[in-house]
């Protein structure tokens, strides 16, 4: 019997998808003031989108609660399936603790969480990975290994236009980002072990683009065997020729090649106009 996959809405993975992989999906909640919107189950990305043009109060995140993991985990305990929890890297939210509360629930059941390290399209990647291995009846020790591999592998090199949603919540220093802004420049921001931190800081937006696309075509080790995800906040004609550029320089075969709109858990922190390319192997 496969493992079941169970993992965040940071994923940003859509609900249908979900449903037709089988994945199960464990909303965050998304604030605009004292109204609260479960990501993706209450609040599309359009919708979303519509309330952050609007809306003078800007959003903030918060994390599933334990009793919504509870519920995730229940039928697949009930019916011995093993558990396969992938959540967002614990260095950004404290999702997996409500994960690991809600595990505690099911002493008899096979739950191993595993911490991605990442968030948006590493996540997505690290899920999509498990969910293909699971089908093929990979048992989840197995899994777990591959996903152990691909995380010591994957990176994240994105480029922020508007830098205030990050400092915000909390992503990056208000300090950093002032100067930037002070002296026009633009940051070139890398996700690495669930870190985020400066790669580079250029003067135009294209040229943080081009740094970006360098930066992650130095980290793509076997060309043939690569993951590629290249996501975008409302940027889906940015993110198809970061996309072309990055493919065009790569040379070989990627195994998997993907662009994806992130949504509203993922938007809140980076703000609109935001592209990043995620890579694995």
């Known amino acids: 019997m496969p493992a079941a996959i169970v993992t965040d ?35 599309s990305r359009a919708q979303f989108y519509e309330k952050l043009a609007r809306e003078k109060v800007l959003p903030i995140t918060s994390q599933p609660t334990a009793s919504m993991f509870e519920e995730a985990f ?12 992938i959540t967002i890297a614990q260095t950004l939210s404290g999702t997996i603790n409500a994960a690991r509360a809600a595990a505690q629930k099911f002493p008899d059941a096979r ?8 968030a948006a399209g590493g996540l997505g990647l690290q899920v999509l990975r498990a969910v293909e291995m699971a089908g093929g009846g990979v048992p989840t020790s197995q899994i777990i290994a591959q996903l152990t591999r691909d995380r ?33 420049l633009v940051p070139v921001l890398r996700l690495r072990d669930g870190v985020v931190e400066a790669e580079a800081t250029v003067r135009t937006l294209r040229r943080a683009q081009e740094v970006m696309i360098d930066a992650s075509l130095r980290e793509v080790g076997d060309r043939n065997s690569a993951r590629v995800m290249v996501m ?12 072309e550029a990055f493919l065009a320089q790569l040379g070989g075969n990627p195994k998997f090649v993907e ?22 192997g």
């Open 9 to 43: 809405s940071t994923s940003d993975i859509e609900p249908e998808r979900a449903r037709t992989l089988g994945i199960e999906v464990v909303p965050l909640f998304i604030l605009f003031g004292e109204r609260s919107y479960r990501d993706y189950v209450d609040l």
């Open 74 to 85: 229940a039928k697949h305990a009930a019916a011995g399936e093993d558990i396969l929890c």
């Open 111 to 118: 739950i191993e969480l595993f911490d991605s390290q990442t």
């Open 152 to 184: 010591e592998l994957q990176r994240l090199y994105a480029v922020a236009p508007d830098l205030s949603h990050l400092v915000r919540t909390g992503r990056i220093g208000r300090a950093r980002a002032a100067f930037g802004t002070l002296m026009k």
């Open 232 to 243: 975008h906040t409302q940027a889906p004609d940015l993110a198809q020729r970061v996309l």
């Open 259 to 280: 662009i994806l709109e992130a949504g509203p858990a993922i938007a809140t922190h980076a703000g609109a106009g935001a592209v990043g390319i995620f890579t694995a």
